[in-house]
């Protein structure tokens, strides 16, 4: 049985996939992978001598930036100091260890070490262009600023040397960084020998590890191919002859990766709204990056999808909520965008970017957002309010109606599942989040507490004697992926917005789950059988005084909540829920909780004023 279930996971995840990681590992043990070999020198600054002398008149900063970026979208961390410490974990401010042996030899979790993605976050770079804006806008501190960081950055973290080096797609990152900041500045990017070292440093660390990132099948992948395309043109415009080999790898890997990862709907691989952001952002930085550049266009293919995911991102903006977006899938505090556009929950700046670029038209004109300043000017076509939506290849149902929004989540097997959430449905009113899914908190979690986020109990749907439906098997693994069997669709223009769709899981358990959405209320009608002892269906709700207000409904004195069911009820009653809107940030919420003892039908009605 072991056997035959992780023979079905491999064929699930691609033989190819598997072979890919699987000797990269090995390689990497074995001390024979060639990113082990690779000699590099220490680059020396000045990184960018010439930004001193381009700041503007003195005056000339009424859209100077504040002075600080916020690490994870919530933490701030000043930019006008001295050089911040490397290896600190933001949380708690104790010290990562070890950090003075090579990348390989680190282990990917450190058991009560902390989580590692905080000591990354400070390294991604998203201080530079942030502080290349203020230097341009006229702060006369920020370029001495922004070479003192960089210089102690290189000391700090010597080539393969410590934790900064360990993954990939953090050092592309930090190209993608160094690019766009030198995109605020007009004409050619700059070309000292500084920073043509220090590209070297991060191009020969990413190329050698793509087939490892491409058998992720996820934005690792994207982003090294954008790293690689963007800093090897950079170094062949620069003169430096090895830059074009770079440059032919990257645009090879994007003009076959966006088509296969971005589905024809425009969804993404990965099942987040966080994560796909970050995937068309670095679309959208590499499409700038190339017409700054007047190299020839990608694939047709590639410009297709991303369009397509450009148009999905647009979808997941909730209106009147100043950008936000429901918390679907993986949420770990990423936003290439961040230094430009430092409001984590606000997807107007990439959308917009991304639609100028993609779409030829403009969906959120911002003065001064991240489009203005990359230079990409507002096509005279305003896309106007997006409408009802299913995208039925990544499985996502979008209802919308006079200011509410309500999003049904129906899996489908294509790619590796991140969270156990089929069937939730996220509703969002007058700008504000009613229905609530759990985000992801820490990905260093204990599995139990991760669980809390990511499995059943961190969403709205239904569970079948108390198990999880795709049980994780490794930090970023689960097996038994679900798909869906049907799906229904009825959203005109006029009428009823409705959607329903059915998932059985492994041990024979249905869920049959019909949504729709009108003025002023959701209805849900759930069907739920084939289990042995019993269903909870959990409602995770605003938080807020809620209580009962009769046998069968709640109500927090503004919004109702009504349950009808014709038998088999065991009981109903309130449980406290953990959700995290921000990495590393968590929150109790209430839950109500709905459990049937044998097969049988719940109605839901959830109404606002």
Same mark, same amino acid.
């Given at each position: 049985?072991?056997?035959?279930?992780?023979?079905?996971?491999?064929?699930?995840?691609?033989?190819?996939?598997?072979?890919?990681?699987?000797?990269?590992?090995?390689?990497?043990?074995?001390?024979?992978?060639?990113?082990?070999?690779?000699?590099?020198?220490?680059?020396?600054?000045?990184?960018?001598?010439?930004?001193?002398?381009?700041?503007?008149?003195?005056?000339?900063?009424?859209?100077?930036? /504040?002075?600080?970026?916020?690490?994870?979208?919530?933490?701030?961390?000043?930019?006008?100091?001295? /050089?911040?410490?490397?290896?600190?974990?933001?949380?708690?401010?104790?010290?990562?260890?070890?950090?003075?042996?090579?990348?390989?030899?680190?282990?990917?979790?450190?058991?009560g070490g902390g989580d590692i993605k905080e000591v990354w976050e400070l390294s991604r770079m998203d201080w530079v262009p942030l502080a290349v804006a203020r230097a341009l806008d006229g702060d006369a501190e920020a370029a001495p600023t922004l070479e003192r960081w960089l210089a102690d950055w290189?000391?700090?973290?010597?080539?393969?040397? *410590?934790?900064?080096?360990?993954?990939?797609?953090?050092?592309?990152?930090?190209?993608?960084?160094?690019?766009?900041?030198?995109?605020?500045?007009?004409?050619?990017?700059?070309?000292?020998?500084?920073?043509?070292?220090?590209?070297?440093?991060?191009?020969?660390?990413? =190329?050698?590890?793509?087939?490892?990132?491409?058998?992720?099948?996820?934005?690792?992948?994207? !982003?090294?191919?954008?790293?690689?395309?963007? *800093?090897?043109?950079?170094?062949?415009?620069?003169?430096?002859?090895? *830059?074009?080999?770079?440059?032919?790898? *990257?645009?090879?890997?994007?003009?076959?990766?966006?088509?296969?990862?971005?589905?024809?709907?425009?969804?993404?691989?990965?099942?987040?709204?966080?994560?796909?952001?970050?995937? @068309?952002?670095?679309?959208?930085?590499?499409?700038?990056?190339?017409?700054? @550049?007047?190299?020839?266009?990608? !694939?047709?293919?590639?410009?297709?999808?991303?369009?397509?995911?450009?148009?999905?991102?647009?979808?997941?903006?909730?209106?009147?909520?100043?950008?936000?977006?429901?918390?679907?899938?993986?949420?770990?505090?990423?936003?290439?965008?961040?230094?430009?556009?430092?409001?984590?929950?606000?997807?107007?700046? $990439?959308?917009?970017?991304?639609?100028?670029?993609?779409?030829?038209?403009?969906?959120? +004109?911002?003065?001064?957002?991240?489009?203005?300043?990359?230079?990409? $000017?507002?096509?005279?076509?305003?896309?106007?309010? +997006?409408?009802? !939506?299913?995208?039925?290849?990544?499985?996502?149902?979008? @209802?919308?109606?006079?200011?509410?929004?309500?999003?049904?989540?129906?899996?489908?097997?294509?790619?590796?599942?991140?969270?156990? %959430?089929?069937?939730?449905?996220?509703?969002?009113?007058?700008?504000?989040?009613?229905?609530?899914?759990?985000?992801?908190?820490?990905?260093?979690?204990?599995?139990?507490?991760?669980?809390?986020?990511?499995?059943?109990?961190?969403?709205?749907?239904?569970?079948?004697?108390?198990?999880?439906?795709? /049980?994780?098997?490794?930090?970023? @693994?689960?097996?038994?992926?679900? %798909?869906?069997?049907?799906?229904?669709?009825? =959203?005109?223009?006029?009428?009823?917005?409705?959607?329903?769709?059915?998932?059985r899981d492994r041990s024979g358990a249905l869920h049959q789950r019909e949504v729709e959405l009108q003025p002023g209320e959701l209805t849900v009608r759930d069907s739920l059988s084939g289990f042995r002892e019993r269903a909870l269906l959990r409602w995770r709700l605003r938080p807020g005084p809620?209580?009962?207000?009769?046998?069968?409904?709640?109500?927090?004195?503004?919004?109702?909540?009504?349950?009808?069911?014709?038998?088999?009820?065991?009981?109903?009653?309130?449980?406290?829920?953990?959700?995290?809107?921000?990495?590393?940030?968590?929150?109790?919420?209430?839950?109500?909780?709905?459990?049937?003892?044998?097969?049988?039908?719940?109605?839901?009605?959830?109404?606002?004023?």
């Amino acid at each position: 049985m072991w056997f035959l279930e992780r023979l079905k996971l491999v064929k699930a995840l691609g033989v190819t996939n598997v072979l890919r990681v699987a000797s990269y590992r090995a390689r990497l043990r074995l001390g024979i992978h060639p990113v082990q070999k690779v000699t590099t020198e220490t680059p020396a600054g000045p990184f960018f001598p010439s930004l001193a002398s381009e700041r503007a008149e003195e005056g000339a900063g009424s859209s100077l930036p /504040p002075p600080e970026f916020l690490a994870l979208g919530w933490i701030p961390v000043a930019i006008d100091g001295a /050089p911040p410490d490397w290896f600190r974990y933001l949380s708690s401010g104790g010290q990562f260890e070890p950090r003075d042996m090579p990348w390989w030899a680190i282990p990917d979790f450190n058991p009560g070490g902390g989580d590692i993605k905080e000591v990354w976050e400070l390294s991604r770079m998203d201080w530079v262009p942030l502080a290349v804006a203020r230097a341009l806008d006229g702060d006369a501190e920020a370029a001495p600023t922004l070479e003192r960081w960089l210089a102690d950055w290189v000391e700090k973290n010597p080539p393969s040397v *410590g934790p900064n080096w360990k993954c990939g797609q953090e050092a592309s990152i930090r190209v993608l960084h160094l690019a766009m900041a030198s995109l605020l500045r007009p004409g050619s990017p700059p070309c000292g020998s500084g920073l043509a070292s220090l590209l070297r440093l991060h191009l020969g660390r990413i =190329a050698p590890v793509t087939g490892y990132a491409r058998g992720q099948d996820n934005n690792h992948a994207t !982003s090294e191919a954008a790293a690689l395309f963007v *800093g090897g043109s950079w170094l062949e415009r620069c003169g430096h002859s090895e *830059g074009s080999r770079w440059e032919r790898q *990257g645009r090879a890997l994007l003009d076959r990766l966006v088509p296969r990862l971005v589905e024809v709907d425009g969804s993404f691989s990965q099942h987040s709204v966080t994560y796909h952001r970050l995937m @068309l952002d670095t679309l959208s930085i590499t499409e700038v990056w190339r017409r700054r @550049l007047e190299l020839r266009p990608f !694939s047709d293919a590639f410009q297709s999808r991303a369009s397509a995911a450009s148009a999905w991102l647009r979808a997941m903006v909730v209106p009147g909520a100043e950008g936000d977006f429901p918390n679907l899938g993986a949420n770990d505090g990423a936003n290439l965008l961040a230094g430009l556009a430092p409001r984590y929950r606000d997807l107007r700046p $990439s959308v917009e970017l991304a639609t100028r670029l993609f779409l030829n038209g403009t969906a959120f +004109p911002q003065e001064g957002g991240p489009a203005e300043a990359l230079g990409i $000017s507002a096509p005279a076509r305003p896309l106007g309010e +997006p409408e009802s !939506s299913i995208f039925e290849h990544g499985g996502y149902a979008v @209802l919308r109606e006079k200011g509410a929004m309500a999003v049904l989540r129906f899996p489908r097997a294509r790619f590796r599942p991140g969270q156990s %959430d089929a069937l939730h449905v996220d509703l969002w009113a007058a700008g504000e989040n009613l229905l609530r899914d759990g985000g992801s908190y820490s990905y260093a979690a204990e599995p139990a507490l991760q669980d809390r986020f990511a499995g059943p109990e961190g969403h709205c749907t239904a569970q079948f004697d108390g198990r999880d439906p795709m /049980p994780r098997i490794g930090p970023f @693994l689960r097996k038994d992926w679900l %798909d869906t069997a049907f799906v229904q669709w009825e =959203a005109g223009n006029e009428g009823k917005k409705r959607v329903r769709a059915d998932v059985r899981d492994r041990s024979g358990a249905l869920h049959q789950r019909e949504v729709e959405l009108q003025p002023g209320e959701l209805t849900v009608r759930d069907s739920l059988s084939g289990f042995r002892e019993r269903a909870l269906l959990r409602w995770r709700l605003r938080p807020g005084p809620w209580e009962f207000s009769g046998p069968l409904s709640v109500s927090d004195g503004k919004h109702t909540l009504r349950v009808e069911t014709t038998h088999g009820l065991r009981r109903i009653e309130f449980r406290t829920g953990l959700e995290s809107r921000y990495y590393l940030q968590m929150n109790e919420l209430p839950v109500l909780e709905v459990e049937l003892s044998e097969p049988g039908e719940i109605v839901t009605r959830y109404r606002w004023r």
